[in-house]
């Protein structure tokens, strides 16, 4: 069974503290994983895909790693408006729909 | 439309009466999955339709859930005789198409439902 797990489960920072999320997986063929930010109230925002052990993507003060048992998700000098619960899912090879960890809820404060 | 529209964007209902939840996904997009996420927690498959092919419905967690889809277009979630536990968040997303290389699931805001 595919199994995805974030931690940590919650997440305080000052503002402009780095740190980063994990994503770990135990799948049976990845396509790709996805990591989305969610605001209280809203649908998951899509910000990365990312396909193959080694790739990193980068937006603003994000930047998502892949290896083959996990994803991080590095947020550098966080600033208030970061805060949101960060999820991460997994496509496999033999489904086509997203299994979902269970998110990380990170709060920055000033 | 600019993105994945759903209504109503909430809704309270008695225990025992049937809802019916409702998504436009975004125009062309040829794959569309129904999402549920209770209060606090993450989100779970339901179904998903690509195309004219027969949905995935394995999600579904019992026979009082429902759903359909017309051609590529609207899709409507129905569950019937409500009960408490029913009770979350419905999201519906859409992509291009299912299960290709370099496709992105997109989410609209999200049907609340309160059973009451």
């Known amino acids: 069974e595919d199994q995805v797990t974030q931690s940590p489960e919650a997440l305080r920072l000052q503002e402009g503290e780095s740190s980063s999320l994990n994503c770990s997986y135990t799948?049976?063929?990845?396509?790709?994983l996805f990591w989305y930010r969610q605001d209280p109230g809203k649908g998951p925002e899509f910000l990365f895909t990312l396909y193959s052990a080694g790739e990193e993507k980068e937006k603003e003060r994000l930047k998502a790693t892949l290896t083959k048992k996990e994803s991080f998700l590095h947020i550098t000098a966080p600033k208030p408006e970061d805060s949101a619960t960060y999820l991460c899912?997994?496509?496999?090879?033999?489904?086509?729909?997203?299994?979902f960890g269970g998110g990380t809820r990170l709060m920055v404060k000033p | 439309g600019a993105g994945v529209s759903q209504s109503p964007s909430n809704k309270v209902t008695e225990k025992g009466k049937d809802v019916e939840l409702r998504c436009d996904p975004i125009?062309?997009?040829?794959?569309l999955y129904w999402y549920r996420q209770r209060l606090g927690q993450g989100l779970e498959f339901l179904i998903y339709?690509?195309?004219?092919?027969?949905?995935?419905k394995s999600g579904l967690p019992s026979d009082r859930f429902s759903a359909e889809r017309t051609g590529e277009s609207v899709s409507t979630l129905t569950i019937q005789r409500t009960q408490q536990e029913d009770s979350a968040v419905y999201l519906c997303?859409?992509?291009?198409?299912?299960?290709?290389?370099?496709?992105?699931?997109?989410f609209g805001e999200g049907s609340w439902l309160t059973v009451v």
């Open positions: 997303a859409s992509s291009l198409e299912a299960g290709i290389f370099g496709n992105t699931i997109y």
């Open positions: 125009s062309g997009h040829t794959a």
């Open positions: 899912a997994v496509q496999v090879d033999a489904g086509n729909m997203l299994t």
């Open positions: 799948v049976s063929g990845l396509r790709g």
């Open positions: 339709f690509q195309g004219n092919s027969a949905p995935d």
